[in-house]
């Protein structure tokens, strides 16, 4: 079981991938484990390995449209600059 120190770290913990123009933001405490994202994008999301997610296997626009179905809030996205 998490101690409530680990579990109150957990709730802060946000892992970010980025592929230079936009930054995949992963929430680890939020995640409900739905597979919404491995279904959606297979080829990015590895959740066997480290790191789970690999944002060079995907298009900025499919990675921002796959992070919009995600049902948790788990993964967000911020852009890094503005695409020309």
Known sequence: MMSSLNK???EEKEIHYS???V?????????IHSGVCVRTL??????ADKPWVK?????TQELIDQIKTCPSGALSYKM????K
């Open 8 to 10: 109150n770290n957990m």
């Open 80 to 83: 890094d600059k503005e695409k």
């Open 19 to 21: 592929n230079q123009e």
């Open 42 to 47: 297979p080829k990015v999301y590895h959740p």
């Open 55 to 59: 944002v060079e296997n995907a298009s």
């Open 23 to 31: 930054t995949v933001i992963w929430r680890p405490a939020l995640c």
